[in-house]
Nanobody, 125 residues
Framework: QVQVVESGGGLVQPGGSLRLSCTAS????????IGWFRQVPGKEREALSC??????????YYDDSVKGRFSTSRDSAKNTVYLLMDSLKSEDTAVYYC????????????????WGRGTQVTVSS
């Protein structure tokens, strides 16, 4: 059974940091690119990052809106991908989703095959 599960969300103060985890099972994790997205009510789901399959040297890609603040990495031994978020702002408040694509990597939402249910991140004082 395919599972994609996000964890690590919660409440953090502005300027703080948070690390999200995405753990997957039921498919060949190392052959999929793993992306991070976020969505707030009334807005389209926004692509944030992608880390490519390990066969592609785990290359990373970022939307310009989060370059320099967010970073993503892969731990193949744990079937886990991380999103480290620094210098968080109130506008980062959203539900964050992890997703898997059989392509090496992409920031195109419709090309991701498997999705987690999301984890809430709230940035507030």
């Amino acid at each position: 059974q395919v599972q994609v599960v996000e964890s690590g969300g919660g409440l953090v103060q502005p300027g703080g940091s948070l690390r999200l985890s995405c753990t997957a099972s039921g498919f060949t994790f190392d052959d999929y690119g793993i992306g991070w997205f976020r969505q707030v009510p009334g807005k389209e789901r926004e692509a944030l990052s992608c880390v490519s399959s390990s066969s592609r040297d785990s290359r990373t890609y970022y939307d310009d809106s989060v370059k320099g603040r967010f970073s993503t990495s892969r731990d193949s031994a744990k079937n886990t991908v991380y999103l480290l978020m620094d210098s968080l702002k109130s506008e980062d408040t959203a539900v964050y989703y992890c997703a898997a694509t059989p392509l090496h990597c992409t920031l195109v939402r419709d090309l991701f095959q498997y999705w987690g249910r999301g984890t809430q991140v709230t940035v507030s004082s």
